[in-house]
Nanobody, 124 residues
Framework: QLQASGGGLVQAGGSRRLTCSAS????????VAWFRQAPGKAREFVSAVKYGIGTKYYGDFVKGRFTISRGNDKKMVYLQMNSLQPDDTAAYYC???????????????????WGQGTQVTVSN
């Protein structure tokens, strides 16, 4: 079971850190990802990390503003978001998948486990 937290209201140009936590098993054998969905738009890939080896992936729109990282306890994944803009307003979801091919990290249907969304709202 996954839980996403850390959302809230932030001004444009500000930062926010999201946390994805696992209850029960650790993330060590999983790829953990963040997706986001804005109102009226399709869910899109934000970032992912192959937890065991630390390989990281980012969506094209991130452009160096976001950083995904692993927690020391193998049950946490963080998404540090900087230089936030109103277009980043969305519900952010964390998801986990095992046995994921490198080409599939950005495809939501390959992720079996999902947390509830945490809302990030960026104001002008």
């Amino acid at each position: 079971q996954l839980q996403a937290s850390g959302g809230g209201l932030v001004q444009a140009g500000g930062s926010r850190r999201l946390t994805c936590s696992a209850s029960g098993r650790s993330f060590i054998n999983y790829t953990v990802a963040w997706f986001r969905q804005a109102p009226g738009k399709a869910r899109e890939f934000v970032s992912a990390v192959k937890y065991g080896i630390g390989t990281k992936y980012y969506g094209d729109f991130v452009k160096g503003r976001f950083t995904i990282s692993r927690g020391n306890d193998k049950k946490m994944v963080y998404l540090q978001m900087n230089s936030l803009q109103p277009d980043d307003t969305a519900a952010y979801y964390c998801a986990a998948a095992s046995c994921l091919h490198d080409d599939d990290y950005g495809t939501e249907r390959y992720y079996s486990f999902w947390g509830q969304g945490t809302q990030v709202t960026v104001s002008n």
